[in-house]
């Protein structure tokens, strides 16, 4: 950058709208740093009350504030462009939001892959989970109103709003009253493994804490058993199944 550059009113227009981006990637760093910093010292239950209360505020005021710079309306703390799409254009917004996700961490794993080996990057990425996991129960509890313990059909629910069920193909079958089946038929990454020749890759070591820590954040009595998952062999119509029972 230019020596004449000595503050931000000194920025191009180019500049500046890059400084933008990279602010509000500084909040998103922030956000996240404070969640993890209150989990790390007074832990997950006190993490995520004060995430109940820090959230809402937060970003009620921050889309307050971008809605009279950028001239958007807010209805009931939504923005007004949002409730103006149609069904399906908001459900395009959603799954591109869902597979953001995905690419997001595949590009965490593979930064530490990249950088310091497959090792390293699955034992980041299990660790992740087991954090992941249980906050996104949390937010979907909170989201459908499942109470504390919403049972096997309170997590057959909550297995349909996770941001997976957006980009991947899954089912569910009753196995007695006590305990269903759920099965993962077309994984979004393991498709596209396949259509380049790759074997499966071997994410069992992530879906047993994914799946077992999702499932007693829902409801703390019920258990998780692994079916199959990579490295496992598999049917063709699937690619992992658990089996949950009360």
């Excluded at 909040?27 to 740093?33: E, F, K, R, S």
């Excluded at 597979?99 to 310091?116: A, K, P, R």
């Excluded at 009753?174 to 994410?203: H, T, W």
Aim: include cysteine.
């Amino acid at each position: 950058m230019a020596d004449t550059v000595r503050t931000t009113d000194d920025l191009n227009q180019e500049q500046t709208a890059r400084f933008v981006m990279d602010v509000m990637h500084r909040t998103m760093i922030h956000y996240a740093l404070w969640f993890t910093e209150i989990r790390h010292q007074m832990g997950m239950e006190k993490a995520l009350e004060a995430l109940s209360v820090a959230s809402k505020k937060s970003v009620g005021l921050q889309l307050n504030r971008l809605s009279k710079i950028l001239g958007f309306e807010m209805q009931d703390g939504i923005p007004k462009p949002l409730l103006n799409m149609e069904k399906k254009d908001l459900l395009a917004l959603l799954d591109g939001a869902s597979i953001n996700w995905l690419t997001n961490d595949g590009v965490w794993f593979q930064s530490v892959e990249f950088t310091s080996g497959m090792n390293d990057a699955k034992r980041c990425n299990d660790s992740c989970w087991a954090h992941f996991s249980p906050f996104e129960a949390w937010s979907i509890k909170r989201f459908l109103g499942l109470g504390d313990q919403p049972g096997l059909e309170g997590l057959k629910k909550a297995l349909s709003f996770r941001v997976y069920a957006r980009i991947n193909v899954q089912s569910f079958s009753d196995d007695g009253p006590d305990a269903f089946i759920f099965r993962m038929n077309e994984c979004r990454v393991q498709v596209a493994r396949k259509s380049k020749n790759l074997p499966d890759y071997p994410c069992k070591s992530a879906g047993l804490v994914e799946y077992t820590y999702f499932a007693r954040a829902i409801d703390p009595r019920i258990k998780t058993e692994c079916i199959g998952c990579p490295p496992d062999d598999h049917p063709d119509d699937w690619y992992c199944a658990w089996r949950f029972s009360l």
